[in-house]
């Protein structure tokens, strides 16, 4: 596994075989996706820290999902992928979904954890709120942001039970760049839905019952419009999917990786 800086990204880039390109959400990382590489092994991985996020800094203008989606399709290009299965995780998702629209032919299958369009219109105050948060109140504000995300946005079987899921969501949040993450609230709260109809790949639509982000009836509805589309809903499971239910998100994205198998 190394590290490169690309596009002014940092990549992790681990292994060798067909393209899976790693697209976080919202205060997260590449580090969203550790906790799958077992099922991903005789693949290319190539795990993104979006602009602004992680290891990623700011770049010059107005962070938005095209950017965003952008940025993905530069790094594409330097490391010669044509053709890869996306994973995406939360806000992460719609850059997907986004890509998927503009690029398909760069799109082989689509796997979405804590899947959404766009944010609900009485949800995007909220997400323009935190970003203020943030930018006011800097590194302190990113505390206060990461604890109540943990308790908004996990299941009640995380806070019980896994301290340790809780402690990587807090620190995911917690170490991003206050700027970064208020440009990204911004970025998702402005966001606008893909022509999803269009989407003629295979697609896998993974939430959590607890997921209040992204609600099972949200992402049936999500379904419905993805000609081919499977939607699983993991039990006992906030928004923090990968961290929260590694072993059943594994079992699934194995199934979606190797049909045949």
């Given at each position: 596994?190394?590290?490169?800086?690309?596009?002014?990204?940092?990549?992790?880039?681990?292994?060798?075989?067909?393209?899976?390109?790693?697209?976080?959400?919202?205060?997260g990382?590449?580090?969203?996706?550790?906790?799958?590489l077992?099922?991903?092994?005789?693949?290319?991985?190539?795990?993104i820290?979006?602009?602004?996020?992680?290891?990623?800094?700011?770049?010059?203008?107005?962070?938005?999902?095209?950017?965003?989606?952008?940025?993905?399709?530069?790094?594409?290009?330097?490391?010669?992928?044509?053709?890869?299965?996306?994973?995406?995780?939360s806000?992460?998702?719609?850059?997907?979904?986004?890509?998927?629209?503009?690029?398909?032919s760069?799109?082989?299958?689509?796997?979405?954890?804590?899947?959404?369009?766009?944010?609900?219109?009485?949800?995007?105050?909220?997400?323009?709120?935190?970003?203020?948060?943030?930018?006011?109140?800097?590194?302190?504000?990113?505390?206060?942001?990461?604890?109540?995300?943990?308790?908004?946005?996990?299941?009640?079987?995380?806070?019980?039970?896994?301290?340790?899921?809780?402690?990587?969501?807090?620190?995911?949040?917690m170490?991003?760049?206050?700027?970064?993450?208020?440009?990204?609230?911004?970025a998702?709260?402005?966001?606008?839905?893909?022509?999803?109809?269009?989407?003629?790949?295979?697609?896998l639509?993974?939430?959590?019952?607890?997921?209040?982000?992204?609600?099972?009836?949200?992402?049936?509805?999500?379904?419905?419009?993805?000609?081919?589309?499977?939607?699983?809903?993991?039990?006992?499971?906030?928004?923090?999917?990968?961290?929260e239910?590694?072993?059943?998100?594994?079992?699934?994205?194995?199934?979606?990786?190797?049909?045949?198998?």
């Open positions: 596994m190394a590290t490169h800086i690309i596009e002014d990204l940092a990549v992790e880039i681990e292994g060798e075989g067909p393209a899976v390109v790693c697209v976080h959400g919202l205060g990382t590449s580090n969203t996706w550790t906790p799958l077992p099922v991903l092994q005789g693949h290319r991985v190539i795990r820290d979006l602009p602004g996020s992680g290891r990623s800094p700011l770049p010059a203008g107005k962070l938005c999902i095209g950017s965003m989606t952008a940025a993905v399709e530069a790094v594409c290009r330097r490391l010669d992928v044509n053709e890869a299965v996306f994973l995406g995780h806000m992460g998702t719609i850059v997907c979904q986004h890509l998927a629209t503009r690029n398909p760069l799109v082989r299958r689509l796997a979405l954890f804590g899947p959404l369009l766009c944010p609900p219109e009485q949800g995007r105050a909220s997400i323009r709120a935190r970003a203020d948060k943030a930018t006011s109140g800097g590194v302190a504000a990113m505390q206060d942001i990461a604890d109540a995300i943990v308790a908004a946005a996990t299941g009640r079987e995380t806070k019980a039970t896994q301290p340790a899921a809780l402690a990587l969501v807090r620190e995911s949040v170490r991003q760049s206050p700027a970064g993450y208020a440009q990204s609230c911004t998702l709260a402005d966001a606008q839905a893909a022509a999803v109809d269009g989407i003629s790949v295979p697609v639509l993974v939430t959590g019952d607890q997921d209040g982000v992204a609600p099972a009836a949200a992402v049936e509805a999500m379904a419905a419009r993805i000609r081919n589309s499977r939607m699983v809903v993991i039990p006992g499971c906030g928004h923090w999917t990968t961290f239910r590694p072993q059943e998100c594994i079992r699934q994205l194995d199934t979606f990786l190797h049909p045949s198998s």
